[in-house]
């Protein structure tokens, strides 16, 4: 697939995730980088959102809960440019019963080509790297010459 180019603004708009068993390890984290979230514009799935304002009194766009339809949701932002960072504390060794939902919204970040972290060490490193609060080129898909190699005439 040709690929294009598109910036990632030094504002950027960051997703919080986690599965229940890593709510509290994501909270933590959020208090502990307070100062720099409140820079950016924060996104977060039903009850991690509440619980990350409620608890270290950061502003969060809160959508629904995950398994309602929260991962759908930010997985739809992701594919319209509105979300630049994704952060999902995921629980590998629980079972989770939208678990397709949870491997959707990491595809679409790796189509989309926006940084992931999934623990604790690696949001810590993409915080606190350089490019986090400078604009950033990305490649992306060639979406419009993609689907017109898939134009089939009736």
Not at 6 to 23: C, E, R, Y
Not at 47 to 64: A, C, E, P, R, S
Not at 81 to 87: A, C, Q, S, T, Y
Request: hydrophobic share 40%.
């Amino acid at each position: 697939m040709e690929q294009k180019t598109q910036s990632l603004p030094a504002q950027k708009n960051i997703a919080l995730v986690a599965h229940d068993g890593k709510k509290a390890a994501l909270k933590l984290w959020c208090e502990k980088h307070k100062e720099i979230l409140s820079k950016h514009t924060l996104y977060g799935t039903g009850t991690t959102g509440h619980l990350i304002q409620k608890t270290t009194g950061l502003n969060v766009v809160q959508l629904l809960s995950g398994p309602m339809g929260g991962d759908q949701q930010l997985g739809a932002k992701i594919a319209e440019h509105e979300i630049h960072v994704l952060i999902f504390f995921w629980d590998p060794l629980a079972s989770q019963p939208h678990d397709p939902d949870v491997k959707a919204l990491l595809r679409l970040a790796a189509v989309w080509n926006i940084p992931v972290a999934c623990n604790e060490v690696s949001a810590d490193m993409l915080l606190s790297s350089p490019l986090m609060d400078v604009e950033l080129e990305r490649t992306l898909p060639d979406y419009e010459k993609y689907l017109a190699t898939r134009q089939i005439d009736l």
